[in-house]
């Protein structure tokens, strides 16, 4: 099989799993010019969607031996907006980030919880900051909603269990789940809100969530609530999260992902309190990152070998 990688990220895992499945080339490319050039005989293309733009689309139209496309990545955004030749089978890389973006979000909840955000000015200012302590929470005996519970938002779920939370599974249907002790479907989150300690979001892309969590939402949570995004930017209004930090409607919040992305340099989210931003990195961790991603890449190539239905299939 005649294999393109287009990779943000060290690739040799990736070689190394797919040559052991076939003799065909795998060809690395460092741009989008390099993969321009190798693309025409292509039957296997793999690139984060990151990487995915609308001239990468006008060159797949001339590979017309393309045969799938495998996503280094769990989002599937840019695919979804600039398109893909006709009858190509688009797969994710399914949750093989799990385990680093759900990390992640724990970090941001916990230093939320803990108040590190306060802690770090106080350490500029060089001050001790004692009197914050009755503000510290933690997940322990508190109630925490996970919107979004899939391969994500499941093992988030799995983390806060095990750290004495009750979990709230909040998906389209509030089917029920082991790693959460309750499940409500969201067209009930304006009821939940209400009585949460924390809401981390870990929903799908989907143009229905734009500004799911918006100025009502935030008006809704308790004062002390911690709000964490690892999904998408647009499911959160950050115009009315930067108004509800200043006002003290909800007690923080822990941002990977905003909306613009990146964040403008004027935008009022940069200077709200009890905030924390990391540039849309939840999904990096170090060596770990490559050979999950070879493994979902190599067990899907093995599949589409043997005939069988390619796994964590998103478009076509």
Request: charged share 15%; net charge neutral; hydrophobic share 50%.
């Amino acid at each position: 099989m005649n294999i393109v990688i287009r990779a943000m990220q060290n690739p040799i895992p990736i070689v190394t799993r797919l040559s052991a499945l076939t003799a065909g080339p795998i060809v690395v490319t460092a741009d989008e010019a390099a993969l321009e050039a190798a693309i025409e005989p292509a039957e296997l293309l793999l690139i984060p969607d990151s990487l995915y733009s609308a001239n990468v689309a006008r060159m797949l139209m001339r590979a017309k031996r393309l045969k799938w496309i495998q996503l280094l990545s769990a989002g599937f955004d840019a695919v979804a907006r600039h398109g893909t030749p006709a009858g190509i089978p688009i797969t994710n890389a399914g949750d093989a980030f799990g385990p680093s973006v759900a990390t992640h979000a724990i970090a941001l909840l916990l230093a939320l919880q803990k108040r590190f955000p306060v802690f770090f000015a106080a350490q500029q200012k060089h001050v001790w900051a004692r009197h914050e302590g009755p503000t510290l929470a933690i997940p322990y005996g508190g109630t925490i909603a996970v919107i979004g519970f899939g391969h994500i938002g499941s093992e988030i779920g799995r983390l806060l269990k095990e750290f004495g939370a009750q979990v709230v599974a909040v998906t389209r249907q509030g089917l029920p789940h082991p790693h959460a002790d309750e499940s409500m479907p969201v067209t009930r989150l304006h009821e939940l809100l209400p009585r949460v300690d924390a809401v981390v979001i870990a929903l799908a892309p989907s143009p229905e969530t734009r500004h799911l969590i918006g100025g009502p939402e935030l008006a809704l949570m308790k004062k002390t609530a911690v709000l964490v995004n690892i999904a998408r930017g647009y499911v959160i209004d950050c115009e009315a999260l930067a108004v509800a930090l200043k006002a003290g409607t909800i007690g923080g919040a822990g941002l990977d992902v905003t909306e613009p992305e990146p964040l403008p340099e004027g935008h009022p989210l940069w200077d709200a309190p009890n905030l924390l931003i990391t540039p849309h990195m939840a999904g990096a961790s170090g060596p770990v990152m490559p050979n999950r991603l070879a493994k979902v890449a190599g067990d899907n190539l093995a599949r589409w070998l043997k005939g069988e239905p390619l796994a964590h299939r998103v478009l076509t």
